[in-house]
């Protein structure tokens, strides 16, 4: 289990990325949703031991992240946000040379790691190709097979599936869950959809700040009642926006359609709806901008 | 699935630096510019020091010399076409090309009373008209000059004979020149500021582009975090990287060393032909004398490129320390007398010494050897220092 208490974290240049984050993240898929800038990539480095935390602890079972992150890095898979590669070396050789330097130094037993991995993400035909040619979903799945050398007990995987097509997705997300089952993953990202199938466990990170922790299926229960949806002509969500908390807005055949967090109907023609994770999110992200808004405000 | 199992520091190393070695090997094209222009190095060092020797030795072989108002001195022309010297009446614009630089020559003008003060011993003045900022035309003036010279001589001798007095009376003392420097070192007065100066920059340039793309490479390719998220320390880690980039050097050291052997046969200088003589021991203590050099190059170009996001960025940082390597040897063509001992403190200028050593046959001593070793390794073990503490740096990310 990872457990994080007050971990801020502030940059050369001033920036809070990070500001009193408490998480604790049991065996499983984890989801961490946030915006872009809401500090998540800075989190996933810090508990990976690429980035010292200003302040705050980091504990995985017996490991002091932050005291020994050698020890970390020998049970963590780590998919960053910007998998780079080497430009001429294949699909084998790399996984293999990061096999060595994950500590598999017996040939044979590396061998055995490196051709199942690749048989398991399904690069297996592709293996003497250099990865730098690789397409982005080919080049994510070889980013999941070098987090898996080892059997990591820590996997984390940064904003994995952007950029991927809803087949090469959907490929990624079932491996996730595969082997999401025995160990911790982290999954950061800002596809909504992607945390409500993939992880019984999320938070929401706002602005450095962890906003909410909990079951998604728990925490969108609070939104129902709550959810209300209205058709409004297009020019009208300004001031709509001044009397309702609108939570989501987009354009459908010429209208706009808002969704609006409130305890009873704003208005007659406000019609009751389901929420969603999306909308608890966006419920989440709204109410964040809109504190930070009115401090900014006060303080004028 | 295997377990992975904690590796000693030397795995780690070995590890690394093989994968950086046959990365290296992988990118072919580059591999075969860098090696190239390695041993394209010696060839055109010694080809063009001796085209410009040779210009010289051919100017004195054409024995031409251009003249104006030659008929006014019947005498001096006399004389110097006994010594086999053509007079050349000049072109035109002769003086406007002369001036502007476009003469590779000189003109000696000889005024219309030339004999009548000859005969008056009234000491004709006879002009020489060169332009100094050109190689060829002050070669020429310098000719012109010792042919008048000798003319002068001749005319007071034959004067004083006439009148009864000994030649050997305007010389009351003979200078007798001996020349202690041996061939290699008469030679090395015109490859010694060349090419030790050739190899050094050719381990600096050859260095640059592996350091750059070992350190800020990784980094514009996004390549260094899924490396540093590994069990490596990161001096191991450092530490291959550098024995890549210090083989390569060393290798180009060595190479560029070898090539000037075969290129020996392009010489076009028959005095440099005569005295140059470079063999394979030559070339070999080229090669060890750049080892240390080439280990602390490699170390200060990956310290100064390991901060820069892309290979752009470290490149201004790595102009700066090619800049100073590539200047410093200048310090000693700045000295005439013996080269002081702290010279084998400063690198570059330290092998350059070395270098020179050897092109003149000098015999170095251990302490000599030693000193440059020292300080590249030292030089190397902070290059390294810094790199290692920077890959794992809040900065780097």
Redesign the interface.
Known sequence: MLELRGLSHRYANGTQALDGVDLHIPTGMFGLLGPNGAGKSTLMRCIASLQTPSEGSIRFGDIDVVREPEKLRQVLGYLPQDFGVYPRISAYDLLDHLAVLKGLTNRGARKDTVESLLAKVNLWDVRKKAVAGFSGGMRQRFGIAQALIGNPKLIIVDEPTAGLDPEERNRFNNLLVEIGEQVVVILSTHIVDDVSDLCPQMAVMVGGRVLLQGAPDTLVQGLQGRVWRREIAIGALGEFRHAHKVIAHRLRAGKTVVHVLADSAPDAQCVPMTGSLEDLYFSIVVGARDSADAAVAATV | ???????SAL??WL??FL?EV??AW??RRTLRTVLLLSLVQGPVVLLLISTLASEKENRIDKREIYAQGMQYAPDLQNFIERQAYTIKAPPADAMDRLAAGQLEDAIVVVPADFEQRLQAMEMPAVEIYANSSSRGSGTARDLARNLLQSYAQERVGLTLALRGVAVASLKPLEVQERDMANANARAAQLTGSMIPLYVLIAVLTGAMGAAMDTTAG?R??????????????PWALALGKWGAVAALAAVIALLTSLSFIPAQVLIRSDALQALFRYGLSDAVRFGLICLPFAGAVAALLMASSIRGKSIKEAQAGNSLVLMVFMLLPLVSLLNDAAEPDWYYLVPSLAQQTLMLHVLRAEPIALWQWLLPCGIGLLLTVVGLAYVGRAMRS??V?
């Open positions: 699935m295997n377990q992975p199992t904690q590796h795995a780690q590890a690394v994968k046959k990365d992988r990118d990784e514009e390719r996004s390549s260094l975090e899924p490396l540093m998220m590994n069990p490596v320390s809040n900065a990310h």
